[in-house]
């Protein structure tokens, strides 16, 4: 399997990211400029944290209109994974991939600290190495991290098991405590939390790396079926 990092001038996680598909899944990835215009080799594309273009206009604005973006649109199109954290989720919700938007956190301050995250759905490619319910020990950080999203979009998320997880004790204001959501298709994940930064006990936690690792599982159970 193949990864594609995105790195956006401001991105800050991208090393960490690129750590642990390398080092702790020991899959192919490289990272992928903001200009590159192709993704076709890649089997998933990951948008990480930072502060994209100084959170100029809107956190993930300037970066939603970059030339890399429609390539991200193709192989969401496509089926492909396509996994955004943090400031990847603000792109994600910029560029339309992903319905809502993102506010100031609720006490307008920048927060950085473990939460606890309940999977509210683990019939995805990105967590059914989770059991449903379960808890899970995932660090912040982020200054507008609140998630909004009108009352027909949230009766929408919810008919379709979109929500994917939620905060056990809301850290920011989001509507309905919610810390990450999926397309209808279910192949695109923006969360806002850091799963790349709870992969090792060393860390405090490694609640996160079961996503990286029901990704994999995901596309090589796929591929199986289709050979």
């Not at 200054?143 to 919810?158: F, P, R």
């Not at 994917?164 to 309905?176: A, D, H, R």
Request: glycine share 10%; aromatic share 8%; charged share 20%.
């Amino acid at each position: 399997m193949k990864f594609a990092v995105v790195v956006f001038p401001g991105t800050s996680c991208e090393v960490d990211t690129y750590d642990v598909i390398k080092n702790k899944l020991n899959e192919e990835v490289e990272y992928v400029s903001h200009l590159n215009e192709d993704l076709d080799e890649f089997d998933c594309v990951v948008i990480p944290g930072g502060a994209s273009y100084g959170d100029a206009v809107r956190p993930g604005a300037v970066a939603s209109m970059q030339p890399v973006m429609k390539a991200v649109k193709k192989a969401a199109e496509a089926g492909k994974l396509v996994f955004g954290i943090g400031n990847g989720f603000q792109i994600l919700l910029e560029a339309g991939l992903l319905p809502g938007a993102m506010l100031k956190n609720k006490t307008l301050k920048f927060v950085c600290k473990p939460t606890l995250l309940k999977v509210e759905n683990n019939d995805t490619a990105y967590t059914f190495g989770y059991e449903k319910g379960e808890q899970l020990n995932i660090p912040i950080a982020h200054g507008k991290g609140n998630y909004y999203c009108d009352e027909a979009t949230l009766a929408e998320l919810k008919e379709h098991n979109q929500i994917i997880f939620t905060y056990t004790s809301n850290p920011n204001g989001s509507v309905e405590n919610i810390a990450g959501i999926t397309n209808q298709q279910g192949n695109i994940l923006g969360m806002m939390p850091h799963p790349e930064r709870a992969i090792d006990s060393l860390f405090g936690s490694e609640d996160g790396l079961k996503i990286f690792q029901s990704i994999v599982r995901n596309w090589r159970e796929s591929h199986a079926t289709n050979a």
